[in-house]
């Protein structure tokens, strides 16, 4: 098969690492921590995880005394990767099968085909080195495919096991977001209490950044991604600082967290960007926002620029209360009247249905939406019936509302402008892109260090690397248990534990030194253009970190010139 230039180079790319894991893995121990407990609902999570719960931190270190022969031990082990795409994980496998040829050449890896689901129903490949070295330092998870199964079901979880045992696994490794790595949590209690050793290690992935705590400084594929849109936005505010004719409101990956526009702010400076978080917390309606836009639209328009750039968060809506509100009334609604609402004829008469169960204000705000706004509320549902938010076109409804509000305006003689919009989501663009030079080390340590817990006997863990503001070989390859991270949550109906997300904190730097900078932004042309990912040449061209992780690890308060 043909392949590019930039993929035969990638491929030459040997990832830098942690020292600990460059030495003789005989040299290699691990270093226990203080016990550790649930961030919340300790006695419940206890009781549901008697085998796994309360487990040490470690961090892998030189080991003194006599070399440590069960990291030479022959193993056979499996891995999955779950949910969407993120640049590194094919980095992540290579550095576990990496890992256990060093230990052992005949040691086995089997890649479950379109993850957990290939677990659950026995659809797997074994990896050689042919297929790993097809795949080193590249995007996708086209190697073994990914999937969103969620193993839940007494069922799922005996086949899961049926299958680890066919295979005669040693240990499996789940890499994914905060869903699957509970997946990973429930999969290592059930095998220990079916009487099986068979070990469950999990692995940090998520572009939205939202699977984060003071051990796990950032999940693998973030950077890529938030390289990738920041290069798009770039190219955009040189095109409307060109063209000076056009506001674009850009939509940003990011339903349940807002890291990634904030770190795309901090990277390009657009005039106007929104964090759901701080919306959430000030209680802004959606026409609160659509001031804050028309205040950066008419302030420019003074100083003759009528371009500009906003940035929006996927899940913005439903971090705005009243938005939130209608989302669960209409969620509640449907859900009741699902028999009545199936013998409507159209969606013009599923409106006028809904409005008479609707409190006056979801009633009034359903009204003032667009037709085209109001029927994805309605017609976009999940297998559960939910409002699908990632489909609600964000963009073009606060595009639409500042246009009307400024129309309004101008009527009034308060604002003498001109206003031309155009509207973009930035998505997929990011999920599978060649890794940065940070995902691709990152990914492989990640990769060593599931091996050497794995090797280790551990189980119940997540694959964990720190000191990532250093250079490579710096970093501190380590273990979290999976328990300290969850708490229990309201699902279907019912009390599940599950792995929290992080939101953005709002006390924290990065924030901080965005909202130190944002009324600048959105009067001047503040316009910051990355360009696209450097894989050659200096290291502050190839190998920074995430902005925000900068900010993070050095406390500082302000932007960078």
Not at 40 to 51: E, N, P, R, S, T
Not at 256 to 278: D, G, K, M, R, Y
Not at 309 to 324: A, D, Y
Not at 506 to 516: E, I, S, V
Request: with cysteine; proline share 5%.
């Amino acid at each position: 098969m043909e392949i590019s230039a930039l993929q035969h180079a990638r491929y030459r790319y040997q990832p830098r690492f942690p020292r600990v894991l460059s030495q003789e893995l005989s040299t290699i121990a691990l270093s226990q921590g203080l016990a550790t407990q649930s961030i919340a609902d300790q006695g419940a999570l206890k009781a549901l995880f008697k085998h796994t719960y309360g487990k040490v931190l470690v961090d892998v270190v030189t080991r003194t005394g006599e070399p440590n022969e069960t990291m030479h031990r022959k193993l056979t082990l499996g891995v999955l990767l779950s949910g969407g795409q993120a640049p590194g994980g094919h980095n992540v496998i290579a550095g576990l099968y990496d890992g256990l040829k060093r230990g052992n050449p005949r040691s086995r890896l089997y890649g479950f085909l379109g993850g957990p689901s290939g677990l659950i129903e026995n659809k797997y490949r074994e990896l050689s080195d042919a297929i790993i070295d097809a795949y080193r330092n590249t995007g996708g998870f086209d190697m073994i495919g990914s999937g969103r199964t969620k193993i839940e079901s007494p069922e799922q979880f005996a086949s899961s096991l049926e299958t680890a045992k066919k295979l005669r696994l040693d240990a499996l490794l789940i890499i994914g977001g905060d869903d699957s790595n509970t997946n990973a949590a429930g999969l290592a209690e059930y095998f220990l209490d079916q009487g099986s050793p068979i070990q469950v290690i999990g692995c940090p992935k998520t572009i939205d950044g939202d699977l984060k705590n003071e051990h796990i400084q950032t999940s693998f594929g973030f950077d890529t991604a938030v390289k990738t849109y920041s290069e798009l936005i770039g190219n955009i505010e040189r095109d409307a600082n060109s063209a000076k004719k056009y506001w674009h409101f850009i939509k940003l990956m990011g339903r349940s967290a807002s890291h990634i526009a904030l770190e795309c702010a901090l990277q390009t400076h657009p005039n106007v960007c929104f964090i759901s978080e701080e919306v959430a917390v000030k209680k802004w309606s959606l026409s609160q926002i659509v001031d804050q836009i028309c205040a950066s639209v008419i302030k420019r328009a003074e100083n003759k620029e009528f371009f500009g750039v906003v940035l929006i968060p996927e899940g913005l809506v439903e971090f705005v209360p009243e938005m939130k509100q209608l989302i669960l009334e209409l969620n509640d609604t449907i859900a009741t009247y699902e028999a009545e609402l199936a013998a409507l004829p159209s969606l013009t008469d599923h409106l006028g249905f809904l409005r008479t169960k609707l409190s006056p204000a979801a009633q009034a705000l359903l009204g003032s939406l667009p037709a085209d706004i109001a029927r994805e509320l309605l017609m976009d549902r999940d297998p559960h019936g939910n409002v699908q938010v990632s489909r609600i076109e964000t963009e073009k409804l606060l595009m639409g509302m500042a246009e009307k509000r400024l129309a309004r305006l101008k009527e009034q003689g308060l604002y003498k402008g001109k206003f031309s919009a155009l509207r973009h989501f930035f998505g997929y663009e990011g999920r599978s892109a060649f890794p940065s030079n940070f995902d691709a080390n990152y990914g492989y340590s990640l990769g060593l260090t599931a091996f050497v817990l794995i090797a280790a006997g551990l189980t119940g863990y997540i694959a964990c690397v720190k000191n990532l503001t250093a250079l490579p070989e710096e970093w501190v390859p380590a273990g979290l248990p999976l328990t300290m991270m969850m708490h229990l949550e309201q699902r279907h109906g019912s009390q599940k534990p599950v792995i929290q997300k992080a939101l953005v904190d709002l006390a924290a730097p990065p924030f901080k030194a965005f909202a130190a900078a944002r009324d600048t932004w959105a009067c001047t042309t503040s316009f910051l253009f990355p360009g696209g990912i450097q894989y050659f040449g200096p290291p502050e061209l190839c190998d920074r970190p995430p902005r925000v992780l900068e900010l993070e690890q050095q406390g500082r308060a302000n932007i960078k010139p």
